[in-house]
């Protein structure tokens, strides 16, 4: 990593602070004032804060995630958490700190350092981040399986699982997002089909293929629009930022585009190979109920021709019909009721042999 010090043109002096904390709030005001610092701290010599780490849970299924059922479920722990005094990246009122989460390393590994993205202490944006981070993480697990089914060969490109984390031992509400360090250290890439690299045009495929199936999967009710990311460490891609829009407004913060934006994408998007293959419609598998059977031909020969003047026109229906039908002996009948067009005329049908066996037709 380049090691590089950015400072502000403006800054405004601070008292100096009298303990751990007051030295954390100090250097976060001179944070406000645009002080950058690439370098990442002595994580040895740094104190560790309690911190409430909230990780927002996948929906269940496609069809809980477009009902809104279980929206918004999360786990929450508190850890002890190591954040720069100073952000190494700034962006409007975005700020980034090195940050390291002492409790979420893996068995026999140590912590990794990550990205901890503040928005000007606003926890909504924070919340919202995680939960589109979630939804996009699920879809693209769905994405990627139904790919290894169809027996395609694609990118490997993933959507990292976030979390909110709210610092508990500060004087002044401050929260953030942890996100992979390769998110943050760079420019982002941004995925176009005009790059010079063979693996980010693929990529941009791919992502494009991504955002139509999931148009397609959820029918039509929302998708997931991700254009820019970052080569990860293990191999790969890693995306960055994603959307979501959605027919409802009202969720996925204020980046959703709602219906307008869908259009927007449908309209300039190309299909590829992935799209014909990924969403080729299956045929629907034929029942061999023979309940359904004798219904399906029930209905396929009626006709307009009128019986004689004492019979009925009916209609194959559930039993509980039945019992309404007082001048039929339901015994002989499995399910039947009147109707008032088009009637039934074939020897196999329960009720004809019922009204032949008792002279009504």
């Given at each position: 990593?380049?090691?590089?010090?950015?400072?502000?043109?403006?800054?405004?002096?601070?008292?100096?602070?009298?303990?751990?904390?007051?030295?954390?709030?100090?250097?976060?005001?001179?944070?406000?004032?645009?002080?950058?610092?690439?370098?990442?701290?002595?994580?040895?010599?740094?104190?560790?804060?309690?911190?409430?780490?909230?990780?927002?849970?996948?929906?269940?299924?496609?069809?809980?995630?477009?009902?809104?059922?279980?929206?918004?479920?999360?786990?929450?722990?508190?850890?002890?958490?190591?954040v720069a005094p100073l952000p190494f990246a700034r962006r409007?009122?975005?700020?980034?700190?090195?940050?390291?989460?002492?409790?979420?390393?893996?068995?026999?590994?140590?912590?990794?350092?990550?990205?901890?993205?503040?928005?000007?202490?606003?926890?909504?944006?924070?919340?919202?981040?995680?939960?589109?981070?979630?939804?996009?993480?699920?879809?693209m697990s769905s994405f990627q399986q139904k790919v290894l089914?169809?027996?395609?060969?694609?990118?490997?490109?993933?959507?990292?699982?976030?979390?909110?984390?709210?610092?508990?031992?500060?004087?002044?509400?401050?929260?953030?997002?942890?996100?992979?360090?390769?998110?943050?250290?760079?420019?982002?890439?941004?995925?176009?089909?005009?790059?010079?690299?063979?693996?980010?045009?693929?990529?941009?495929?791919?992502?494009?293929?991504?955002?139509?199936?999931?148009?397609?999967?959820?029918?039509?009710?929302?998708?997931?629009?991700?254009?820019?990311?970052?080569?990860?460490?293990?191999?790969?891609?890693?995306?960055?930022?994603?959307?979501?829009?959605?027919?409802?407004?009202?969720?996925?913060?204020?980046?959703?585009?709602?219906?307008?934006?869908?259009?927007?994408?449908?309209?300039?998007?190309?299909?590829?190979?992935?799209?014909?293959?990924?969403?080729?419609?299956?045929?629907?598998?034929?029942?061999?109920?023979?309940?359904?059977?004798?219904?399906?031909?029930?209905?396929?020969?009626?006709?307009?021709?009128?019986?004689?003047?004492?019979?009925?026109?009916?209609?194959?229906?559930?039993?509980?019909?039945?019992?309404?039908?007082?001048?039929?002996?339901?015994?002989?009948?499995?399910?039947?009721?009147?109707?008032?067009?088009?009637?039934?005329?074939?020897?196999?049908?329960?009720?004809?042999?019922?009204?032949?066996?008792?002279?009504?037709?």
């Open positions: 990593m380049d090691f590089q010090w950015a400072v502000a043109v403006r800054l405004k002096p601070v008292a100096p602070a009298e303990s751990a904390r007051g030295l954390h709030d100090s250097m976060h005001a001179f944070a406000e004032e645009g002080f950058a610092v690439r370098r990442q701290p002595d994580w040895g010599a740094m104190h560790a804060e309690r911190g409430v780490v909230v990780s927002y849970e996948a929906p269940r299924s496609i069809t809980s995630l477009v009902m809104g059922t279980g929206r918004g479920a999360r786990s929450q722990r508190v850890s002890p958490v190591k409007g009122e975005q700020a980034t700190f090195f940050a390291v989460d002492m409790d979420g390393g893996e068995k026999d590994a140590p912590p990794a350092v990550q990205a901890f993205k503040s928005f000007a202490g606003a926890l909504s944006v924070c919340e919202h981040k995680a939960e589109l981070y979630a939804t996009a993480s699920f879809l089914t169809t027996g395609l060969k694609a990118e490997q490109v993933t959507v990292p699982a976030v979390q909110m984390v709210n610092m508990i031992e500060r004087d002044s509400p401050f929260h953030g997002v942890l996100v992979p360090l390769e998110l943050e250290e760079k420019e982002p890439l941004c995925f176009s089909a005009d790059s010079s690299s063979e693996r980010e045009r693929e990529a941009a495929a791919f992502l494009e293929a991504f955002t139509h199936w999931t148009h397609h999967r959820t029918n039509g009710e929302l998708m997931v629009v991700a254009n820019k990311g970052a080569r990860a460490r293990e191999g790969g891609f890693l995306v960055a930022d994603p959307e979501i829009y959605c027919k409802d407004l009202r969720r996925f913060g204020p980046t959703n585009k709602g219906t307008e934006g869908m259009n927007g994408f449908l309209k300039s998007h190309v299909c590829s190979h992935l799209c014909d293959r990924l969403m080729a419609e299956q045929p629907q598998k034929r029942e061999r109920r023979r309940s359904l059977s004798r219904s399906s031909k029930a209905q396929s020969i009626l006709t307009h021709r009128s019986l004689k003047d004492s019979a009925k026109a009916w209609s194959p229906c559930s039993p509980q019909s039945v019992k309404e039908v007082d001048h039929i002996d339901t015994g002989l009948v499995d399910w039947l009721s009147p109707r008032a067009v088009k009637p039934v005329k074939c020897e196999w049908v329960p009720i004809w042999r019922a009204l032949k066996r008792n002279r009504k037709v």
